[in-house]
Nanobody, 122 residues
């Protein structure tokens, strides 16, 4: 069982930056693929980024490539999402998710956090 707690959301102007954090419980964090997802009002939840257990591999949805960076610190049981050049269309609730294994995937995550709101004003 893994418990995930996100933090770092807030209100930012377009072009600004935020760093989201997701703290995980448990002693097996380093064996999980970690992902970030988001859900905007009236839309389905969508994949944003994922990182392999060692951090050596990452994958991003096209709309955030070059602007967002996912990273992890296994010693701190924490995964991050660094968001730069934010746009109003990035406004959403951002969720952290975990999946046992080593292959990066865009679905099939077993554990989810409660979400953190990111609002980008124009």
């Amino acid at each position: 069982q893994v418990q995930l707690v996100e933090s770092g959301g807030g209100l930012v102007q377009a072009g600004g930056s935020l760093r989201l954090s997701c703290a995980a419980s448990g002693r097996t964090f380093s064996t999980y693929v970690m992902g970030w997802f988001r859900q905007a009002p009236g839309k389905e939840r969508e994949f944003v980024a994922a990182i392999s257990p060692t951090g050596s591999n990452t994958h991003y949805t096209d709309s955030v490539k070059g602007r967002f960076t996912i990273s992890r610190d296994n010693a701190k049981n924490t995964v991050y999402l660094h968001m730069n050049s934010l746009k109003p269309e990035d406004t959403a609730v951002y969720y952290c998710a975990a999946r046992p294994g080593y292959l990066i995937v865009v679905n099939g995550y077993n554990y989810w956090g409660q979400g953190t709101q990111v609002t980008v004003s124009s």
